[in-house]
């Protein structure tokens, strides 16, 4: 593509700029991004010059001048409904960049109702896929898993590998390492760097979450280094606080945070940056501003936990405790239950028990049976939920068969009572 892009240079230079755009895409449609960035860019510099700002103007200007410069333009692109259409991949994953959650919706949402009717596999997925990282990042993991389990039913129906990096994100917030660890090896022997990168994004949370602050920062620095688009940023916060724990400098890697953020300007930016400084600068004005900035649910529980862990070191057992049993009882609703885990740590620290969470055995139906589950209790029929997930009846019955031994229960009216 990029020999294409420079060939058609003199002669259409329009079709010349797309061929940049179209490698760029390539690289996250195969989860090859890792390096393809920083190459096409580099050689887009080059390109013809368009009749006015593109998208490929805002991300050579991204990398060559930072995200103060970059962010205006970025955001006017986002906008427009082409770059929706022409390259999905890339416009969720500028929104991500600029952690904006709103625009990142209004784009999976037409993803899915464009796949669903135009019958485009590929655009359901994606939508779907893109959908669940962002339930995922708002707190909502029962609605991520279902999401994951028909983009994965979907990938299966055609013979194809799922879109694994929602399934990622899902893993570390739940803090499961296994298929992390089983995922991480199986990317890096199919070359996808992009995956990879999720991968070590995904460990830093899970080791921030158990207190391994050492791996959390390998694996965070792993994941920054690689600089993909929005994953990089994603990865900031992990790293400053494994830093901050471990005794070493993160000053270098807050003003970074600090400059994306505030080119971002949106809630989610501002509460993550708020906690990141707290962490270095141990102001408790800081750790006020990380719990009231109306960040997503994960992250304003995390906000509650950090600033109960400062508070209860400072020793203000009783203020800690507030804001400690917030973090522990919101994580534990939300299903986060590595840094539940921790938070109820603390609480004990400061004299008080955290309240039990009974296991769910709805938590047992793997992401598949959870979403045919769900149809089948809306009162969707076997053949109406094979069409809608490109399975056959036969195989959304034995899905439900295993849906019914896994919940202990025996028919289709018992599931919608449950």
Known sequence: ???????????????????????????????????????????????????????????????????????????????????????????????????????????????????????????????????????????????????????????????????????????????????????????????????????????????????????????????????????AGMALPEQIEAAVRCGEDAADALAELCARSSASGTAWARGVTACARALVSGAEDDYVEAVEAGSPAPYRARAHLLYGEWLRRAGRRKDARTQLRTAHESFADMGVLGFAQRAADELKATGEVARSRSADAFETLTAQEAHIARLVSTGATSKEVAARLFLSPRTVDAHLRNVFRKLGIHSRRDLRQR
């Not at 784009?107 to 994606?126: H, Q």
Request: hydrophobic share 50%; proline share 4%.
């Open 1 to 231: 593509m990029l020999s294409a892009a420079h060939r058609l240079a003199a002669i259409d230079p329009r079709w010349s700029r797309d061929c940049f755009l179209d490698a760029l895409e390539m690289g996250l449609v195969v989860g090859r991004a890792n390096g393809v960035m920083d190459t096409v860019l580099a050689e887009a510099r080059s390109a013809p010059p368009a009749d006015e700002p593109d998208v490929l103007d805002a991300l050579v200007l991204l990398t060559g001048s930072g995200h103060q410069a970059a962010a205006p333009l970025l955001r006017r692109v986002l906008t427009e409904r082409a770059l929706w259409t022409r390259r999905p991949a890339l416009a969720t994953m500028i929104a991500g960049e600029l952690w904006d959650l709103d625009a990142h919706a209004e784009i999976t949402r037409w993803l899915r109702t464009t796949g669903r009717n135009t019958g485009s596999p590929w655009l359901l997925r994606l939508g779907l896929a893109q959908e669940a990282v962002a339930a995922t990042h708002r707190g909502e993991l029962a609605t991520a898993a279902t999401l994951v389990g028909e983009e994965e039913a979907i990938a299966d129906a055609f013979s194809d590998a799922p879109t694994a990096y929602a399934r990622v994100h899902l893993l570390a917030w739940r803090g499961e390492l296994g298929p992390l660890d089983s995922a991480l090896s199986d990317a890096g022997a199919r070359g996808k760097g992009q995956l990879v990168a999720n991968i070590h994004w995904a460990k830093s949370v899970l080791y921030n979450a158990r207190g391994d602050y050492p791996a959390a920062l390998a694996e965070a620095r792993a994941a920054v280094d690689a600089g993909d688009l929005y994953l």
